[in-house]
């Protein structure tokens, strides 16, 4: 299984609503991320978990709030978000804190603030 | 901080052309390196990686790419492009802390 999966694939929320993303994987891998990704831009990164401790916050507001609950599961809470932050939001996991191993990707979930 | 350069931001070709799409980095210690492609509509998909050893990788479908430490470069190669290969491509560099960072990618189109 060399999946990651996403939830749900497609989101519409309103500024004042409180919406989370969720992701898992069953690869037994130690890091997870999550990105962001505008209409033809590359993915940028948002946050890095490794062994379920944050590792990395790109200066993300705070409005987006990450949680790890365990090593196969990754969330994103949205609260209070603004129409700019409609976009694709990528959840990815690889092994532990060394180098020479791949990320995966999941499908992401697309987002639109209204 | 790290950076990663794709110049070329959009790529026609007809179908049996070669493709050759560039990639510089900015980050002088060890990195990882990697090109991912994203098919109209679908996740993003590994094509191949460096980690070390021999610089020219093969990666899926038929793509490869040579590792040139001096100039910074993990250029993207394929002999013959089908109409099946039109996505966009993106170069991604890790250097530690599991920081994969993506180049602005490149759109290829191949016109049957």
């Known amino acids: 299984d060399t999946e990651v999966t996403q939830t749900p694939k497609h989101l519409v929320m309103g500024m004042t609503n409180k919406k989370s993303l969720k992701c898992e994987q069953h690869m037994g891998h130690r890091a997870m991320y999550w990105y962001k990704q505008k209409a033809k831009k590359p993915p940028e990164l948002m946050f890095v978990?490794?062994?379920?401790?944050?590792?990395i916050n790109e200066s993300v507001p705070s409005r987006f709030s990450p949680e790890c609950p365990n090593s196969s599961l990754l969330n994103l809470h949205l609260h209070a978000l603004q129409p700019e932050d409609s976009a694709l939001y990528l959840c990815?996991?690889?092994?532990?804190?060394?180098?020479?191993?791949?990320?995966?990707f999941g499908q992401g979930t697309r987002l639109t603030v209204v | 901080a790290q950076s990663v350069s794709q110049h070329n931001h959009h790529v026609i070709l007809s179908e049996a052309a070669s493709l050759e799409l560039g990639c510089n980095y900015s980050y002088g210690g060890t990195v990882n390196l990697f090109w991912y492609v994203q098919y109209p509509g679908q996740h993003l998909q590994l094509l191949l990686k460096?980690?070390?050893?021999?610089?020219l990788v093969k990666g899926i479908k038929g793509f490869e790419a040579e590792f040139i430490k001096s100039k910074f470069s993990f250029n993207l190669r394929k002999p013959s492009v089908q109409w099946s290969d039109t996505a966009e491509y993106f170069c991604?560099?890790?250097?530690?802390?599991?920081?994969?960072?993506f180049g602005t990618g490149t759109r290829l189109l191949v016109s049957p």
């Open positions: 978990y490794s062994y379920e401790k944050l590792s």
């Open positions: 991604a560099v890790r250097t530690g802390f599991q920081k994969l960072v």
């Open positions: 990815a996991s690889s092994q532990g804190r060394g180098m020479d191993t791949e990320a995966f």
């Open positions: 460096y980690f070390s050893g021999d610089p």
